[in-house]
């Protein structure tokens, strides 16, 4: 008996060390440099708006935020390194729907992609676009379609991680067409591909392809939305060019290692939010054409549900089309 009375105060005990390490931690929070991993190539679209997020989140926190790139298995590298880090804060990642959602679907992944993260707060939602080579002899998206189909046992796609992998197989089901696929570490290489004429067409996240847009290096033919983005008006909708319904978007989130103390990820979401409602930060963003989400949504509990609807509508017909990782 005395030895049961032993145990279970010695569980306790240590019950309420945890409990006050937490307290210190949080309370101490954060009092060195904080880590945001990215999971994708420096320079490319979630890079870049991590750095503009991050950069106006170092004020709140009372320290600097570093960023760093690792790229590569469709973003589930990084995913599975922030998973296992220690959940004190100081590595987060700032991760799309491909890099924190389909990859669990594409990929046989050492961490669970959603039961493996703490959420912090939705960012951004960014429409996709069709993307051409400037040379391709088409003009709008009904004279590509028929050059593609034309073309298409040689048309190469570039393929910057699980998003675009699903959105260009549901563009060959939709047309009945089938490209060569070709994989990229993250955005930014691909399209200095497509501008440099070694592929074809890509399905893009528009924040990556405003910039070439009005540089007019790359032909653009169609947001793959219901409606047109700011930042491109002068751009047709998919509905509106001619391939009604194919709609594909990337949402960005932040996220920590399952664990996390909640009072730690408070302070991370209140910096995030300074950061989206940063005027700044909102001029920057709407000019790539990324889409910040309602305040609402930027919450823990607003990106848990939204990520968990998300994978209950995507995960199916992942595996229905048999689709894996390359």
Not at 110 to 123: N, Q, T
Not at 200 to 227: C, E, F, G, H, W
């Amino acid at each position: 008996m005395k030895i049961l009375f032993r145990c279970f105060l010695a569980a306790v005990v240590a019950a309420a060390l945890v409990a006050a390490t937490r307290i210190v931690l949080a309370d101490n929070y954060p009092s060195r440099p904080v880590t945001v991993i990215v999971p994708f190539a420096a320079g490319g679209p979630t890079d870049v708006l991590t750095r503009i997020i991050t950069d106006k989140m170092q004020s709140p926190l009372g320290q600097p935020i570093v960023v760093e790139d690792v790229s590569g298995a469709g973003g589930s590298i990084a995913a599975a390194r922030v998973a296992r880090s220690t959940p004190d804060g100081y590595t987060l990642e700032i991760g799309n729907n491909g890099s924190n959602l389909l990859s669990g679907a594409l990929y046989a992944l050492p961490v669970d992609i959603v039961k493996d993260f703490a959420p912090v707060a939705e960012l951004t939602v960014n429409p996709q676009i069709l993307i051409s080579r400037k040379d391709i002899p088409a003009t709008d998206l009904r004279e590509f379609l028929a050059w593609l189909k034309a073309n298409q046992k040689t048309v190469s796609v570039g393929i910057a991680g699980p998003v675009a992998q699903v959105s260009v197989i549901n563009f060959e089901n939709m047309t009945g067409m089938q490209f060569q696929l070709v994989p990229y570490r993250g955005a930014a290489p691909a399209i200095q591909d497509l501008m440099a004429g070694h592929i074809d067409l890509m399905v893009d996240q528009l924040s990556n392809s405003v910039p070439q847009i009005k540089a007019d290096t790359i032909r653009a033919y169609a947001v793959a939305a219901n409606k047109r983005s700011p930042a491109v008006p002068q751009i047709p909708t998919t509905d509106e060019a001619g391939l009604p319904g194919f709609y594909g978007a990337l949402w960005h989130g932040l996220w920590a290692p399952k664990g996390t103390p909640p009072d730690v990820i408070a302070k991370i979401n209140v910096a995030a939010k300074q950061a989206l409602a940063d005027p700044a930060v909102k001029q920057r963003l709407a000019d790539l054409g990324q889409e910040i989400v309602p305040i609402e949504q930027q919450t823990p509990d607003g990106l848990g549900k939204f990520q968990q609807a998300e994978m209950d509508k995507w995960f199916p017909i992942v595996k229905a089309a048999g689709m894996k990782g390359d």
